[in-house]
């Protein structure tokens, strides 16, 4: 029997609650503003760590077609629950640290949306994930993340490693727990 979102997301936290680096999944305010960017005609829109899909449902809500999203998840307990929710998108078991290698299979991107808890992470785990990331994005994509604190949860060295700066979106304070929504972009664009 397959497990509703909301149960293989407190299965997960209560498994592991560094690797989902949340106390409740992101609620709809978030999602919009997280998506708030991204128009539906913007091309192929690539989803790291989508977890229950609250973003995935708002980019379909926005209008983004589902043959233009996919979704990389490395839980393979959030798999099953997604695919089931959102057949028409691609979901696929991968690792975001490798991202660089599935330039062929994903082709560029025009936006990347991540869930992902980089505040839980070593700094060379982000530092992979966003150079990989930037790989795959077209010229003037950007690169939306959140975090439960004021500052992008990207470091400065990061960053400046990569040529890259961050903007923040706003704060959204009826989230549990509130959280702010940072673009990350080239610096020459």
Known sequence: MQQPP???FFRALLAEPRKIGAIAPSGGRLARLMTSEIEP???KVLELGPGTGVFTRALLKRGLPARDLTLVELEARFIAPLQKRFPDVAVLQRDARELAAYKAELGLQAAIVSGLPFRNMPIEVVSAIVSGGFSLLEPGGAFYQFTYG??????EDVLVALGLKS???GRV???FPPASVFRIS???E
């Open 150 to 155: 004021h500052a992008c949860s990207v470091p």
């Open 173 to 175: 304070r009826l989230n």
């Open 41 to 43: 005609s913007a091309g």
């Open 6 to 8: 909301l149960a293989a």
């Open 186 to 188: 080239r610096k020459q």
């Open 167 to 169: 903007n923040k979106l």
